[in-house]
Every structure is written in C-alpha cells, then in structure tokens.
C-alpha cells in the first residue's frame, strides 16, 4: 500500500512566499513522475508543475518564474517552492505520482488548502 502526504499549506498574503512538501510511502519499487495540481473553488482541477525521474521539469504557464519544482528521490518527495504568490493562486494543492509497486499505477494525496490573502 502506497500513501502520498502533502504539508506546508497555510495562508499568505500576497506576494509571499510557501513550500509545499509531499512525502511518498509504502511499498514502492520506483516512482517516475511526480506533479502537483491544483482546485479552486468551482474550476476544474489544473496540472501545476511536474518533474520526470531525471529532473526534467514542466509548468503551468501562470506559474513559470514563480515557482519552483523539485525532488529528493531518496526520500521519495516532490516539493513545490512558490514566490510571488497570487489571490488567483488559492485553491487545494495535491500531489499526483506514478509508483510502481507490483504494477505502475497513480497516486494522489489528501490536498492542501493554500489560500492567498490580505
């Protein structure tokens, strides 16, 4: 069994500054892409950033600049610096991974809540 866990929500004002953690744990033989998403009240959920196995990194048009995504693969964790933060960057934060235990699969964790606020 496999269980991804996000911290370092919270509420910021803007212009500031949060680190996202998410920590992957269980059974895992290899984990290829880890992403994180986003949900805003009443959208859709949107892809963020995401980085390959080997570093390779991608982003959310919105948010290239302002931060920053990154990796430990030995302690199985993705990381989401983000500077410069918006109101419009509130929403449920959550990490998306490919893990392969016996077989390849995605993993989600539980979200958490940045808001963005004077």
């Known amino acids: 069994q496999v269980q991804l866990v996000e911290s370092g929500g919270g509420l910021v004002q803007p212009g500031g500054s949060l680190r996202l953690s998410c920590a992957a744990s269980?059974?895992?033989?290899?984990?290829?892409?880890m992403d994180w998403y986003r949900q805003a009240p009443g959208k859709q959920r949107e892809f963020v950033a995401g980085?390959?196995?080997?570093?390779?990194?991608r982003y959310l048009d919105s948010v290239k600049g302002r931060f920053t995504i990154s990796r430990d693969n030995a302690k199985n964790t993705v990381y989401l610096q983000m500077n410069s933060l918006k109101p419009e960057d509130t929403a449920v934060y959550s990490c998306?991974?490919?893990?392969?235990?016996?077989?390849?699969?995605?993993?989600w964790g539980q979200g958490t809540q940045v808001t963005v606020s004077s």
């Open positions: 998306k991974a490919e893990i392969v235990t016996t077989i390849l699969d995605n993993y």
């Open positions: 980085i390959g196995k080997g570093g390779l990194t």
């Open positions: 269980g059974n895992i033989f290899r984990i290829y892409d």
